[in-house]
């Protein structure tokens, strides 16, 4: 089996591999790669701060995405893709650790995403049409993801998701995503401890109301509908 090893920085791409001594680019030795932070480390400050950026995204995300590759090399998941990887080991109990860093990968970037800076107000028109037809009014979409993220017990994340042509709240634990449901995830809100813990210690609730007042990205749900 080749040796690897995995280079970046807190705020980096892991885009150099080493393997059995020689560099090459991560495309070449078909890894996962650290995707760039779509926005500064200091941008979503005073909401989220760039110290808890720099653990959560600079140390935890990282270390997901190298599980991943890790635990891939050598396997017929090298090659693959996040999502394809999520597919092939969700529900397979010898292939727990693949699944849980694979997902948790995923789930990060597409985290990152679904916030921008100055961004909550209200959504684009499409989008909004759809929300008041499945729950009622945007606010009470709110309420909903609120209480899912609040409410979900211990680590895991709140989901606004399309099933067919409606759109459901629903949230996963620890690891888990909704694309093993068959449902297609539009935004999330990271609830382990370490996406808010050193901004608002045990306040969940008011890290999510200050991600969905100030920080959710519309825009981005509204392009994976």
Known sequence: MNRRTFLGT???IATVVTVDGLKMNAQEAKVITMPELP?????????????TISYHYG????AYVNNI????????????????????TSGKSDKVSIFNNAAQAWNHNFYWHSLKPKGGG??????KQKIEKSFGSVDKFKEALTQAATGQFGSGWAWLVADGDALKVVKTGNADNPMTQNLKPLLTIDVWEHAYYLDYQNKRAD???????NL???????ANL
Do not use: C, D, R
């Open 10 to 12: 807190a705020f980096g």
């Open 39 to 51: 926005y500064a480390p200091n941008s979503l400050e005073p909401i989220i701060t760039a110290n």
């Open 59 to 62: 140390k935890h995300h990282t």
């Open 69 to 88: 590759n890790k635990l891939i090399i050598g396997t017929q998941f090298t090659g693959m893709s996040l999502e394809q990887i999520i597919k092939a």
């Open 122 to 127: 209200e959504p684009p028109a499409a989008l």
């Open 207 to 213: 890290y999510v109301k200050g991600l969905l007042e």
């Open 216 to 222: 959710i990205n519309w825009e981005f749900a509204a």
